[in-house]
């Protein structure tokens, strides 16, 4: 057996202390998104359309699935996304859609793993910061067409590292991969903004010598500027052509999201999220500081653009986490961390023991084998407990007429319902207008004027959430014209109809 083959496979039957951390915290990482079920929101209505995409073979270019805005022009940006998420539902059910989102999130943070290794040195260093860059982008991991926007975001970071460490011919790499992004998901423009830092920080390295390593080659500057423009060129090739960025500016300007959605609201110190968020801000800050860590031009410009974004909007954290990550290994470099020396047969025994009992978890994590766990009840399905399946099994099999529901529940019910039934309203909240959330708002409320506004959109069934409308339910309590059909408290849904 050939002496490196053979190195390799002691390493992987006598894993170190650091594979153990590094493989460990990745394990975990699977397991914790594997075990998590899909919520009612966002999901399903790409599922839906990627059926679409795939029985008829064309993408839709108007509303489909609700009867407030009936025919209106929409454009649905995310069909690839859909569209994998339709041939993994009808190869493995929504399970297997789980494991692909656990897959995708894992591989991110895996490649800033490396990233971060390659900058600092030292897996130990690399271990911490991926492990920070996690703990300030948790909980915006469910699956929805963003879990590839987040593995592409790694790559293009971990690609252009490349690029600036002396590899140039990784150039031709990303115009293709822009091309697919604007396909997946609208934070495609991320991949081009990246690229755009890369070149403008270039330009200024060239200008001010006496960095810590050399820039590009002037050669090397200009194919980058080449690849800029071909990348945005790139954005082109998808069915909607010019008007993807149109699309994504107007969802970026939309004040209803801005208003109503809490994700795209600036971090706040009253909850944790905005706290750890703050805090790993100045942490960063005083640790670069402290270390007298002098970032790339480029780097320093990925982190402003991405703490001005994350700063706009909670969901946009996840962008500045893998900046931060990247940044923390830098300031962390040159640190003495503790040799990795090669383990005893013993210990690279138990090693190998703790990493295959992760890797047991990490699979038991799946929906496929969870059962097995000693799970709280909200984390034994695979969709999630609030997801009104029952209640829409009701409503299918005994009533008719125009629904009134829960937003969070559109996406899910417009994927049960269509073509059959159309929905109120869902989370593609730049599809309807104010007003028509201003009504949502008001009906879900128990409004004064709910009972006219019901009468004005001939709402004829209520499948209402007891814990975000128990104003309406109060409203209509005791009403001649409505009447309890169904309750199931395990979901929190509550079906009346007109009398």
């Known amino acids: 057996m050939p002496p490196r083959i053979k190195a ?35 999901f399903w209505w790409h599922l839906k359309v990627g059926e679409i995409v795939l029985d008829e073979g064309c993408i839709p270019r108007q509303d489909l699935f609700s009867y407030t805005v009936p025919g209106e ?15 993994l539902y009808r190869l493995g059910g929504a399970a297997l859609a789980v494991v692909l989102n656990a897959a995708l999130l894992t591989a991110a943070y895996a490649l800033l793993w490396r990233l971060a290794h390659q900058v600092s040195g030292s897996h130990y260093a690399a271990t911490l910061a991926a492990l920070a860059a996690l703990l300030v982008s948790a909980g915006n991991w469910a699956p929805r067409p963003q879990s590839f926007s987040i593995l592409l975001f ?73 690849t800029t423009l071909a990348a945005a060129a790139a954005t082109l090739l998808n069915p909607a052509g010019w008007r993807i960025w149109d699309y994504v500016r107007t969802i970026q300007q939309n004040a209803v999201i801005r208003e109503a959605i809490a994700e795209w609201q600036p971090p706040s110190t009253d909850n944790s999220v905005g706290i750890i968020f703050y805090l790993s801000l100045l942490g960063l800050f005083f640790l670069l500081l402290y270390r007298r860590c002098r970032p790339l031009p480029s780097e320093a410009l990925w982190l402003a653009g991405t703490t001005w974004l994350a700063l706009g909007g909670v969901r946009s954290i996840i962008w500045y986490s893998f900046v931060l990550g990247l940044l923390l290994a830098r300031a962390l470099a040159g640190l003495p961390w503790p040799a990795a020396p090669e383990p005893g047969r013993r210990q690279g025994l138990l090693n190998l023991a ?85 009504d949502y708002v008001a009906l879900s409320a128990g409004a004064p004027e709910a009972a006219a506004l019901l009468d004005n959109y001939n709402v004829e069934i209520l499948l209402l959430d007891r814990s975000t409308q128990q104003g309406l339910l109060e409203r209509l309590d005791g009403s001649p014209d409505w009447q309890i059909r169904y309750e199931n408290p395990a979901e929190g849904s509550v079906v009346l109809t007109r009398n």
């Open 354 to 438: 703790l990493l295959s009992a992760l890797a047991l978890l990490a699979l038991l994590a799946t929906p496929y084998f969870k059962g097995a766990l000693p799970l709280p009840c909200t984390l034994r399905g695979t969709l999630s407990a609030d997801t009104p399946v029952q209640a829409a099994d009701f409503i299918q099999q005994n009533l008719s007429g125009r629904l009134f529901h829960r937003m969070e529940h559109g996406g899910y019910l417009l994927w049960r319902f269509y073509p059959q039934r159309r929905i109120f309203i869902d989370s593609r909240i730049e599809l309807y207008p104010s007003f028509i959330w201003q």
């Open 8 to 42: 390799t496979i002691d390493r992987l039957l006598r894993p170190g202390s650091a594979a153990l951390w590094a493989g460990g915290l990745f394990l975990l990482l699977f397991a914790a998104l594997a075990v998590q079920p899909i919520p009612p929101a966002d």
């Open 154 to 226: 790694a790559l293009f970071l971990w690609l252009l590292r490349q690029i600036q460490q002396g590899r140039p011919a990784l150039l031709w790499l990303l115009p293709p991969l822009l091309a697919l992004w604007a396909n997946l998901h609208g934070a495609f423009v991320l991949g081009l903004a990246l690229l755009g830092g890369a070149l403008l920080g270039e330009v200024i390295r060239s200008l001010r010598p006496g960095w810590p390593q050399p820039g590009l080659s002037r050669p090397a500057q200009v194919g980058l500027l080449a």
């Open 73 to 87: 022009p929409f454009l649905y940006q995310s069909w690839l996304a859909g569209l994998c998420f339709a041939l």
